[in-house]
Nanobody
Framework: EVQLVESGGGLVQAGGSLRLSCAAS????????IAWFRQVPGKEREGVSY????????DYADSVKGRFTISSDNAKNIVYLQMNNLRPEDTAVYYC?????WGQGIQVTVSS
């Protein structure tokens, strides 16, 4: 079964850091694009960052550039999203996407 499972979310104060993980099972993602999205109630899901696991190419939404870093450990089938200098507006449910499937989402809450 192809599955993505996010972990590492939680509550943090503004200026703090969290590292999200997306663990894949059922496929080896050494030649995929893996992406992180986020969504707040009443708004559309927005792209945060992506990585091409073969080439290592990355990109970020303007709102997170310089604060978030995406990386992959292809041997472990895990993609990470290191989030530093978090802001209250980063509060959202974060989703991992790959191979046309979504993870279940994980809550990130940043208090002011």
């Amino acid at each position: 079964e192809v599955q993505l499972v996010e972990s590492g979310g939680g509550l943090v104060q503004a200026g703090g850091s969290l590292r999200l993980s997306c663990a894949a099972s059922g496929f080896t993602f050494d030649d995929y694009t893996i992406a992180w999205f986020r969504q707040v109630p009443g708004k559309e899901r927005e792209g945060v960052s992506y990585i091409s696991t073969r080439e290592g190419t990355t990109d970020y939404a303007d709102s997170v550039k310089g604060r978030f870093t995406i990386s992959s450990d292809n041997a472990k089938n895990i993609v990470y999203l290191q989030m530093n200098n978090l802001r209250p507006e980063d509060t959202a449910v974060y989703y991992c996407w790959a191979a046309s499937i979504w993870g279940q989402g994980i809550q990130v809450t940043v208090s002011s």
